[in-house]
């Protein structure tokens, strides 16, 4: 994510076009541009699912495999995709970002390879159990919802879901980018739950799988939001970012995303995260 969709809004100019001729690929390294501490998408261990997913392209290429670190947050583009080698003009630091919407506009982006959506989760053994709609929340007598404590981020449907059912006042709120060097969302999700801080979150899917692997089964509810409400989406395709005009490093990820479905699914699904099938709609190359 975690360009997740919260976690992505990052700015960045277009990139000049005069590089992306004939030999644009010819390198026996395959460059990806990361955050080093970003579960579960990837770290420096190379635990991440995008880790996993770039490792396996590479293999596949020949290719060695290298990583441009760093924290993704704002000036995440500006400081890995968009930027030159010190010294060596129209030679980039990295050329793949692993997990971005598809359709994103700050860069251009491959076919879409999972599509999730976000959850409510909800810490068992807290008073909520009973709890097994979304719609219940807003229907709980006042002195109820009182107790609540559902953690909201400073951008994203889940906020905007909480003004819609009138439990905005019951939101813990937490930015989506933090800069915190020791804990990303999920991490201080995870913390914060067990911590008692709050007893449950609207969540982008992957956090949420890795919010549920960090504690025994049958600690967490999960419920889906619904897709009925005006004006709020929760459920989005991810796609690969590549550089403005990269057109030929994008066919090249489209191949291999279109050959490694089966792979690329079997490594998404060890991370507890919900999949939904892909919308049959191409991303655009902006």
């Known amino acids: 994510m975690t360009f997740s969709l919260n976690y992505k809004s990052l700015l960045w100019a277009i990139a ?8 644009a690929l010819a390198t026996e390294t395959f460059k990806v541009c990361a955050d080093p501490l970003n579960p579960p998408y990837s770290d420096k261990n190379g635990n991440g699912f995008e880790n996993k997913i770039a490792e396996l392209f590479a293999k596949q290429l020949g ?25 060596k003009e129209g030679v980039y630091k990295c050329d793949v970002v692993m997990g971005v919407p598809a359709g994103y506009d700050q860069t251009a982006t491959t076919e879409p390879y999972y599509h999730s959506t976000y959850v409510l989760l909800i810490a068992k053994g807290r008073g909520w159990d ?55 969302t999920a991490m201080r999700i995870d913390q914060d739950i067990k911590a008692k801080k709050i007893d449950m979150v609207v969540l982008w ?41 990269d057109k030929e490093r994008k066919a090249q990820l489209n191949d291999l995303i279109a050959k490694n479905q089966a792979q690329i699914q079997a490594i998404l699904a060890k991370y507890n995260m919900p999949l939904l099938p892909i919308p049959k709609a191409k991303a655009e190359d902006h």
């Open 16 to 23: 000049a076009t005069s590089f992306f001729g004939t030999t």
């Open 63 to 87: 290719q060695k495999l290298e990583y441009t670190w760093f924290p993704q947050r704002m000036g995440f583009i500006n400081n890995t995709l968009k930027a030159e080698v010190d010294g």
């Open 130 to 184: 009973d709890i097994t709609d979304t719609t219940q929340l807003a229907n709980l007598p006042l002195e109820k919802q009182e107790k609540l404590h559902i953690a909201m981020f400073d951008r994203g449907p889940g906020t905007t879901w909480l003004q819609y059912v009138g439990l905005l006042d019951q939101g813990i709120p937490y930015q989506t980018m933090s800069g915190d060097s020791e804990n990303n």
């Open 205 to 245: 899917g992957p956090l949420a799988g890795y919010v549920v692997a960090q504690s025994p089964k049958n600690t967490y509810t999960q419920l889906t939001m619904p897709d009925n409400l005006p004006g709020m989406k929760f459920d989005f395709s991810m796609a690969m970012g590549v550089r403005m005009g």
